[in-house]
């Protein structure tokens, strides 16, 4: 019952990201959380046009966000306050297509 509780939350934080509005709010509307337990929520998303650059892929910027927005809500699920990213080092391996989950 109390990972069920986590789930209704962490759903509860995604939905206040979207209603908050802003970028953080755009960049949630394209992701999906298909599976929620305490310290790790796993998303889905497509890439679609609006999130690529001018080679039709995902543009880096977006990756960066959603690094940022889905580890802020892993740790919530398992924390009771929010913290904030002071630090981020990303390596991309290979461009992600337009159409990509």
Known sequence: EAMSLRRALIKIVADEIQTAGGFSAKTMSHL???EAVPGEVKFK???E???GNVYGTMHGGL???LVDLCSS???LSK????GI?????IS???AAPWGTR
Not at 79 to 82: L, M, P, S, V
Not at 85 to 89: A, C, E, G, R, V
């Open 32 to 34: 999906k959380i298909i």
């Open 45 to 47: 998303m497509m890439v």
């Open 49 to 51: 046009k609006s999130d």
């Open 63 to 65: 990756g960066a966000s």
């Open 73 to 75: 809500v892993a740790i």
């Open 79 to 82: 924390c009771e306050r929010w």
């Open 85 to 89: 990213s002071t630090d981020i080092q």
């Open 92 to 94: 991309y391996l290979k």
